[in-house]
């Protein structure tokens, strides 16, 4: 405890904010409190930090940033990359300090910092770094995080998310940074002008047909978060209807009051969002995450409103964008459907295939003009964002369903031709939710130990571990597949799950039924396997 409390100590004699400066006296004596602020810095994962808030090397705070922004600069310095830094922030708490003091830094350090206009969605960032010719961009968001967390996520100057070695080289240049009060500190740099968001709005206006049809009905929700303001430009200025919008959940509010975690996934935090979809007899309702990189659809079936899941909605927007001739690489990661491999094959089209998250996505290929993960994240305008983007692929939804609609038909009759042409490809995910990360180490050691020998009553006849490369663990029996991987963002276990179920004389429900069936089957058999209770 002595020395946890000297390190706490010398961590207090340095921490610029006052505020973190009294929460950590405060918890000097606590030895558990300490243990779990000071258990180690938070490191880079997915494109950067991301933890909770509070004071301490193991939290989302003043210092942190501080020793982050400045081990980037001078990573950018050595690597000889010229130009300004462009930073970003949504509503969260936090992040508009946490942004000047990225920009402070940057100026402090001879480089421009150019700060976006106030709290805007990730895609907006992630288009200004390549628009303004920028060496990086930082965008401070914990995304569907909840409302105690917070992060910095890092861009390069291609406006894609930084990935190995660039992460680790990053890592250590913050390590190296030595006292945070001798980090030289500037003005707050330049304020950018709305025209930015006019120029995102812009380019994304091209990712739809300027002929096509456009009577729709949209409810939408930016779920507290900061999507609203930048949607609605550019659904009105593409010419759709303006959206009905959640009044409970318009304005930016980082406790996020309506919901139990800010994100589409989440059971519940839809609810208000359907609701207004039936009060107000909307086509299609969308929701984005809080900082609108992610986009979640429903549709109104025969029997009410169904929520998609994302490889249902990432095969529509590829199918749709095949139809429409666009000819490219198509990709998707190893957790998403087999099926976009199936339609690709079909339509002569170039498939990629890569580990989780974006920053692997968009660096598919040179001729990438598609890119989606299951995890309600789509790329549908590589040349506009090299990112995952929730308002564009918003956008061409509207495209489809808008089209979809004059001619009598739903989202949910384009995925039951699809189930007609290439079998019925159902997903579903076993997402454990943990306290102690422990827990996720262990079960993937159990899975790993003893994996399954059938799937479904089904052979195994593949187990593909990709360790050391990635902690993902493939399990494949027939078409059945299990992928099971931690979170790289969340404290969570992730297992994703995939059956094909055939459509024999053309009845598609009856094979969705099957399907239920047999991945309610799956899920029980990989929690066994898995070790979970």
């Not at 779920?223 to 949607?231: A, K």
């Not at 959640?246 to 359907?274: C, I, K, M």
């Not at 929520?307 to 139809?323: K, S």
């Not at 195994?460 to 993902?472: K, N, R, S, Y």
Request: aromatic share 4%.
């Amino acid at each position: 405890m002595s020395d946890l409390r000297a390190e706490a100590e010398a961590w207090l004699a340095d921490d610029p904010d006052p505020a973190d400066r009294d929460e950590l006296r405060a918890v000097l004596d606590d030895h558990q409190e300490l243990r779990e602020r000071f258990a180690g810095p938070l490191t880079f994962g997915t494109a950067g930090l991301r933890g909770p808030l509070r004071a301490g090397p193991n939290g989302m705070n003043l210092a942190v940033v501080r020793g982050a922004a400045a081990g980037l600069v001078r990573w950018l310095a050595e690597a000889g990359v010229e130009g300004p830094l462009v930073v970003g922030y949504d509503a969260r708490h936090g992040s508009k300090a946490f942004a000047e003091e990225t920009a402070r830094v940057a100026q402090g350090a001879g480089r421009r910092a150019l700060v976006l206009p106030g709290p805007l969605p990730t895609p907006v960032l992630a288009f200004a770094v390549r628009h303004l010719g920028a060496a990086a961009g930082v965008m401070v968001t914990a995304s569907h995080n909840p409302p105690q967390d917070n992060g910095y996520k890092v861009y390069l100057g291609d406006g894609s998310q930084i990935v190995p070695p660039a992460d680790k080289e990053i890592e250590r240049a913050i390590r190296a940074v030595g006292p945070l009060r001798d980090v030289p500190l500037g003005d707050a740099g330049e304020t950018l002008g709305e025209d930015i968001v006019d120029a995102y709005v812009a380019g994304a206006l091209r990712t739809v047909q300027p002929d096509g049809p456009r009577d729709l009905v949209v409810a939408y929700t930016p779920m507290h978060g900061v999507g609203r303001d930048v949607f609605a430009a550019a659904v009105v200025a593409a010419g759709f209807p303006a959206p009905a919008v959640v009044a409970e959940q318009a304005e930016p509010d980082p406790d996020f009051p309506t919901v139990a975690f800010p994100n589409p996934e989440e059971p519940g935090a839809t609810d208000l969002l359907l609701a207004l979809a039936t009060a107000r007899g909307a086509d299609i309702a969308i929701a984005n995450d809080p900082d609108a990189d992610r986009c979640a659809v429903a549709y109104r079936g025969a029997d009410g409103w169904r929520l998609l899941r994302g490889d249902e909605v990432g095969v529509l927007l590829a199918d749709h964008l095949m139809r429409r001739g666009v000819k490219g690489r198509y990709a998707t990661t190893i957790v998403s459907s087999s099926l976009l491999s199936r339609m690709c094959e079909a339509h002569g089209a170039l498939y990629g295939e890569t580990l989780t998250g974006f920053k692997w996505i968009v660096r598919a290929g040179d001729d990438l003009v598609y890119g989606y993960e299951e995890a309600l994240g789509y790329c549908v305008a590589p040349g506009h964002v090299r990112d995952k983007d929730g308002i564009t692929a918003a956008l061409l939804v509207c495209e489809l369903a808008a089209g979809l609609k004059t001619q009598g038909r739903t989202l949910g009759d384009r995925l039951d031709e699809l189930a007609l042409c290439y079998g019925l490809h159902a997903t579903d995910q076993l997402s454990v939710r943990v306290d102690d990360l422990a827990d996720i180490a262990a079960a993937m050691a159990t899975i790993r130990r003893r994996p399954p020998v059938d799937l479904l009553d089904e052979p195994v006849h593949a187990v593909e571990d990709l360790l050391p490369g990635a902690d993902v663990l493939i399990v494949r029996a027939g078409t059945t597949r299990v992928v099971v991987r931690p979170s790289g963002t969340e404290p969570k276990l992730k297992a994703y799950l995939e059956v094909v179920e055939p459509v024999a004389d053309g009845d598609v429900a009856a094979a969705r039924e099957r399907a239920r069936a047999s991945l309610a089957a799956l899920r029980t058999q990989t929690a066994e396997a898995l070790g979970l209770p």
